[in-house]
C-alpha cells in the first residue's frame, strides 16, 4: 500500500514534535574554569513514568500570595495538570506554558472548573513575587473567567521540589556553569486523588490529547507508558543572551520526545 499524504503528513508532523521535546537548557560560551553538567548528567534529564505513583499531599509550599500551603488543597475534587519548571527560565518553561495555554484554549473544558493547573518552581530561590507575576500574565493569555481560582504557581524549599520531582519522575539538574537548570519538556496529569495517570511529553500538545489525559485522570484510569525517543545534537543551537548580567549566551541541546508504543 502507497503512504498517503495524510500520513506522510503525521509522520512529519510526529518528527517534527520528537525535535522538538523534551529540550532543555545549558550553559555556552562560559568561563574557562566554569564546570558544566556531564554527558552522563545529562543522560539522566528525562521523564521518568511513575505511572500510579501517589505524590505526598502534605508537601508544604508557598503560593502566589505568599501564603504557606500543602500541596493536597488543590487535589480531591478534579483532575490536576501539574507542571514543573521554574518562573525564571530563559526558554523552555516558556514553551511549555505556551503551548499548555493554547492547547487548554482549544478545549471546552475550563481550568477551575472541570480541572486545576499546579505549576511548581523547581528553583528554591524564586519568590512569591516572581510565581504571582508568571500567574498574571497567563491568566491574561488565557484569557477565561474563573481560572485564577484553579491555577496555582507555587515555590517551595529544595525538599518539597525534590520529593515531588522525584515522585512524579521529573529528572533535572542545576548547572553551575549556566546558572540554569537541565529539564524535561511536558505536562504531568494526576488524579483528584494524587496519582500519576498520564505524561504528555514535548512543548506542544493536542487539545484531544489534553483533554483525553484530564478526562481519563477524573476517572482515576491510568495511561500505558510512552516511548522516549532521544535526539542529542552536538552542534547545538545559541540562543541570544537572557540577560547582560549574565554575560553569556545559551545553547537550546534537544534530547527526548515521544511517540505511544
Not at 522538538?20 to 556531564?38: D, E, H, I, M, R
Not at 502566589?64 to 521554574?86: A, C, H, N, T
Not at 529528572?171 to 494524587?194: N, V
Not at 483525553?212 to 545559541?238: N, Y
Request: aromatic content about 10%; overall charge positive; hydrophobic content about 40%.
Amino acid at each position: 500500500m502507497k503512504p498517503t499524504f495524510s500520513s506522510f503528513l503525521s509522520a512529519k508532523l510526529l518528527f517534527t514534535r520528537a525535535l522538538l521535546s523534551a529540550a532543555w537548557l545549558v550553559g555556552a560560551l562560559c568561563p574557562a574554569n566554569s564546570q558544566t553538567l556531564s554527558d552522563s548528567a545529562l543522560a539522566q534529564i528525562r521523564f521518568e513514568q511513575n505511572l500510579g505513583t501517589q505524590v505526598s499531599l502534605d508537601m508544604p509550599f508557598v503560593d502566589d500570595e505568599g501564603r504557606s500551603v500543602k500541596l493536597g488543597q488543590y487535589f480531591g475534587q478534579k483532575p490536576i495538570l501539574l507542571v514543573l519548571g521554574y518562573y525564571e527560565c530563559p526558554m523552555l518553561c516558556t514553551l511549555v506554558l505556551n503551548g499548555m495555554v493554547e492547547s487548554a484554549a482549544d478545549m471546552k473544558w475550563s481550568i477551575g472548573r472541570e480541572f486545576e493547573v499546579v505549576d511548581v518552581s523547581i528553583n528554591p530561590r524564586e519568590t512569591p513575587a516572581l510565581a504571582a507575576a508568571k500567574k498574571r500574565s497567563y491568566l491574561k493569555r488565557y484569557g477565561r473567567a474563573g481560572a485564577g481560582e484553579g491555577w496555582h504557581f507555587l515555590t517551595g524549599q529544595e525538599a518539597s521540589i525534590r520529593q515531588l520531582a522525584n515522585q512524579v519522575g521529573f529528572r533535572y539538574a542545576f548547572d553551575p556553569a549556566s546558572k540554569q537548570y537541565a529539564h524535561p519538556s511536558g505536562l504531568i496529569i494526576l488524579t483528584p486523588q494524587g496519582k500519576v495517570s498520564r505524561y504528555i511529553f514535548g512543548v506542544t500538545y493536542s487539545p484531544t490529547e489534553l483533554f483525553t489525559a484530564l478526562q481519563g485522570a477524573g476517572k482515576r484510569e491510568l495511561g500505558s507508558p510512552i516511548q522516549q525517543l532521544e535526539h542529542s545534537f552536538r552542534s547545538a543551537a545559541i540562543l541570544s543572551r537572557a540577560t547582560p548580567q549574565r554575560g553569556h549566551s545559551r545553547q537550546l541541546r534537544r534530547r527526548n520526545e515521544a511517540r505511544p508504543l
